[in-house]
């Protein structure tokens, strides 16, 4: 999130929802130097569905397990 509180709050609650929902959730606080980090591949499942929303859901739970 951008370093205002309201961001931060924000993405705490959305954090606290996903989670309800089975998700792994890390939320990152970053000072202004950036570093990056490679993430492993995973493998996704098809998923039946026309709401670009669900391919996200099956992203964040494929890499959590």
Known sequence: ???????????????????????AVTIVIIKPSISFHCLPRVELTPVDSVHSEAVTFEAARASSS
Do not use: F, Q, T
Not at 3 to 23: F, T
């Open 1 to 23: 999130p951008a370093p205002g509180l309201g961001h931060l709050v924000s993405m705490a609650e959305l954090g606290k929802i996903l989670a309800a929902h089975g998700l």
